[in-house]
T-cell receptor, first 113, second 116 residues
Framework: ETGVTQSPTHLIKTRGQQVTLRCSSQ?????VSWYQQALGQGPQFIFQ???????GRGNFPPRFSGLQFPNYSSELNVNALELDDSALYLC????????????FGQGTRLTVV | GENVEQHPSTLSVQEGDSAVIKCTYS??????FPWYKQELGKRPQLIID?????GEKKDQRIAVTLNKTAKHFSLHITETQPEDSAVYFC???????????????FGQGTILTVHP
């Protein structure tokens, strides 16, 4: 296991609702990245948090937002959910200023109905 | 931004055969190329990685090669076993924000099936 934990593991929401997903990074890691993995596709980069600040973002609209806390855990918030937001959401923790690998959590499976 | 293409999308081999998966990337500044194995419903697991200052790396039955000039890298699995069956993703890491060790751009994945 990687030491990266995500909650909840599964979630069902209705279109238009809001959702918050959580990620606890591996001990000592100061960077959390979030990815969206649609069925049958590779993970797509949403954004990255380094020392509590967003320092990079992929092609996702502003209704995808996040936070990183002083203990480096992180939240992903999605407002105004759409059916296409149904996916596996993965977080990965790493040392942002070091050439090291990223460790993935087990993911949160979000279904929007 | 970075773009990673992965081929083939599906690969079927007999147990004991070799399997090769190929990826190309677009950003010459990408510096790190991991390969992940993902079983159904589980997290991507790193199986091998290579950095831009190395041309080849091997770990038991798995090897990765990198051609920086051509911007392509490949995964080689020898003596395949049924438990190697999974989806394999290549990725390239490029700079994001103020750090060089930023986002991963993934390929589309290869479904590998190893028949007993």
């Amino acid at each position: 296991e990687t030491g990266v934990t995500q909650s909840p593991t599964h979630l069902i929401k209705t279109r238009g609702q809001q959702v918050t997903l959580r990620c606890s990074s591996q001990s000592g890691h100061n960077t959390v990245s979030w990815y969206q993995q649609a069925l049958g596709q590779g993970p797509q980069f949403i954004f990255q948090y380094y020392r509590e600040e967003e320092n990079g973002r992929g092609n996702f609209p502003p209704r995808f937002s996040g936070l990183q806390f002083p203990n480096y855990s992180s939240e992903l918030n999605v407002n105004a959910l759409e059916l296409d937001d149904s996916a596996l959401y993965l977080c990965a923790s790493s040392l942002g200023n070091r050439d090291t690998e990223a460790f993935f959590g087990q993911g949160t499976r979000l279904t929007v109905v | 931004g970075e773009n990673v293409e992965q081929h083939p999308s599906t690969l079927s081999v007999q147990e004991g055969d070799s399997a090769v998966i190929k990826c190309t990337y677009s950003d010459s500044a990408s510096n790190y190329f991991p390969w992940y194995k993902q079983e159904l419903g589980k997290r991507p697991q790193l199986i091998i990685d290579i950095r831009s200052n190395v041309g080849e790396k091997k770990d038991q039955r798995i090897a990765v090669t990198l051609n920086k000039t051509a911007k392509h890298f490949s995964l080689h699995i020898t003596e395949t076993q049924p438990e190697d069956s999974a989806v394999y993703f290549c990725a390239a890491r490029s700079a994001v924000g103020g750090t060089s060790y930023g986002k991963l751009t993934f390929g589309q994945g290869t479904i590998l099936t190893v028949h007993p």
